[in-house]
């Protein structure tokens, strides 16, 4: 039942608001990963951002894609977690570790190990709209921790218009997805960052975006 | 209520097929004359045309509320694209909601064939009620630049090509032949045929350059063969879609190919200003919808008026 909820969520209503009301730029499609386990991140400016990169799968794989996300954030009220649990199918890790707590992206590396996709929003929060943030290094430990696992870079553009945090009322425009070549781990984490950041800045060099001020 | 579709509309439909059938063949021959040729560009343009002609086949046939709402989700297309290429003001983001707003309420109009309220709803309420809006967000920085960006798409993209629509709903005994729907079919087969036609020639006899600063690949030799064939098809194609007497035909031919070169040439000079090939990505092989529907953009009103004076 709830898995039918699911695929009613993202296979019709989620896909006609981003075919539909938003319309997609995609470029490199078929770098996507076909199978798991793979990490997909991308830059945050919206909530769209997750059902964008969500209806990039065919929904074969819908049961592997779980979006990983801030449990201080997603997790509130009971009905509220279980849609977010359950429909939207989120990975929820604690922002803030304390002393004493296991590893926070345990959850993530169990979920890599059975074989599902992660998608990874390493910029933490949405922050200001069509602004690139600086990655946190949450990401290289979770690729440090899964070296076999590959890492695809998406760039979003535009999402950060259409639904910025702090607004109710979507506005409709093209949005650009822009996605880069798998990565594979450096041997450490700085040099994994670095190379992260130079794929964004690449990918996000591919487009020509007229100013949002 | 059902569309009554002439004998004229299914023909000239059925020839949009014919034609679409031997472009394959030719594109087919090509492949098979130089296979290591690239017309990976020219095979999915064709492609697209396919699908172009079926939904509007579909649109056309299945009623005239169909049909409108067809146009409308054009204009939506249309605008979406725009909005997104043109740069926008952050503070405006609520303004571009309510600019989204007009494109039901003017396709409402259309469908009600309510004419005053169609031929003024845009350039007179929402050209007063949009810049109101913008000032009462309070964002003064580029304000001028923010309203008549705005303006001009709307006008374009939603009043321009709302006239098409409009065609649809003008009373039928008028061009007893065709109804509404052949005036479609003669407005939107003539403006794509007129931009392959330029082309075509273009690229068979082009040498004097006509516009080289906005569209360097423009000639002269492509705009005065397509305006000839062009002119020459609406000729022929008027007496069974239109209620036009032969001269007028002519004329509309006259009026539609050249209309249709500035359409597209003035989507040209937007994409040079914003510094782009194409405007999206929506049909392969085309770019985005402003590609396709730029000529559109300047016959629609043209040649709606041209007839509404001549016969409504």
């Given amino acids: 039942m709830v898995r039918l909820l699911r695929y009613l969520f ?16 995609v470029r490199h499609r078929h770098r996507l990963p076909k199978f798991g386990p793979a990490i997909v991140v991308a830059n945050h400016n919206s909530h769209l951002d997750t059902m964008v990169l969500m209806s990039l799968f065919p929904l074969r794989l819908l049961p592997k894609l779980h979006p990983v996300a801030a449990m201080d954030y997603f997790l509130g009220s009971r009905l509220f977690s279980w849609f977010t649990l359950k429909v939207v ?17 345990e959850p993530c590396n169990q979920a890599l190990r059975e074989g599902q996709v992660l998608i990874v929003f390493p910029e933490g929060s949405r922050g200001e709209p069509e602004h690139l943030q600086s990655f946190k290094g949450g990401i ?3 690729a440090e921790n899964n070296p076999a696992v590959p890492v695809v870079p998406v760039f979003l553009h535009g999402l950060g218009k259409a639904l910025p945090k702090g607004e109710a009322v979507l506005v409709p425009f093209f949005c650009d997805v822009f996605i880069g070549e798998p ?21 996000a060099a591919e487009g020509n975006f007229p100013t949002w001020e | 209520m059902q569309l009554d579709v002439s004998s004229a509309v299914l023909w000239s439909l059925g020839g949009l097929y014919g034609i679409l059938i031997i472009a394959s063949l030719v594109v087919m021959f090509l492949l098979w004359r130089g296979p290591d040729k690239d017309q990976t560009e020219l095979v999915q343009r064709i492609r697209s045309w396919w699908y172009i002609v079926t939904i509007f086949t579909f649109a056309m046939v299945m009623s ?50 309510w004419y005053g309220m169609f031929i003024i709803f845009i350039p007179v309420y929402v050209f007063l009620l949009l810049p109101m809006r913008m000032v009462l967000i ?3 920085k580029d304000f001028l630049r923010a309203a008549g960006t705005l303006h001009w798409g709307i006008m374009t993209l939603v009043f321009g090509i709302s006239h098409i629509a409009y065609l649809l709903v003008l009373p039928q005994e008028r061009n007893p032949s065709a109804g509404g729907a052949g005036l479609v079919l003669f407005l939107v087969f003539l403006t794509q045929f007129n931009d392959v036609a330029q082309y075509i020639w273009g690229k068979l006899l082009g040498r004097h350059k006509i516009i080289p600063k906005v569209s360097p690949n423009k000639t002269w030799e492509g705009f005065l063969g397509g305006l000839a064939t062009t002119t020459l098809l609406a000729f022929l194609l008027a007496r069974w879609l239109t209620p ?4 007028w035909a002519l004329l509309a031919g006259v009026l539609i190919s050249v209309a249709g070169f500035i359409g597209d040439v003035t989507i040209s000079a937007l994409k040079r200003d914003i510094g782009l090939k194409d405007t999206g990505s929506l049909l392969p092989g085309h770019g985005g919808i402003l590609d396709r529907i730029d000529s559109l953009t300047y016959t629609a009103p043209l040649f709606f008026h041209f007839i509404y004076y001549l016969h409504y």
């Fill in chain 1, 89 to 105: 199918g989120i990975l929820p890790i604690k922002r803030k570790v304390e002393r004493g707590d296991d590893n926070p992206l």
């Fill in chain 2, 64 to 113: 005239r509320h169909v049909a409108v709402v067809f146009f409308a989700f054009v204009s939506f297309l249309a605008l979406k694209e725009y909005l997104s290429i043109v740069p926008t003001r952050r503070a405006d983001r609520r303004v571009l909601f309510w600019a989204y707003l007009a494109i039901p309420l003017q396709y409402y109009w259309v469908s009600q064939a």
């Fill in chain 1, 140 to 142: 290289a430990r979770l």
């Fill in chain 1, 10 to 25: 993202y296979g019709c209503f989620i896909r006609l608001i981003v075919l539909i009301v938003l319309g997609l730029n």
């Fill in chain 1, 183 to 203: 990565m594979s781990w450096t041997g450490d984490r700085r040099s994994y960052m670095h190379q992260l950041d130079e794929r964004m800045k690449l990918l």
């Fill in chain 2, 244 to 247: 036009l007497a032969w001269h």
């Fill in chain 2, 138 to 140: 309070g964002e003064t």
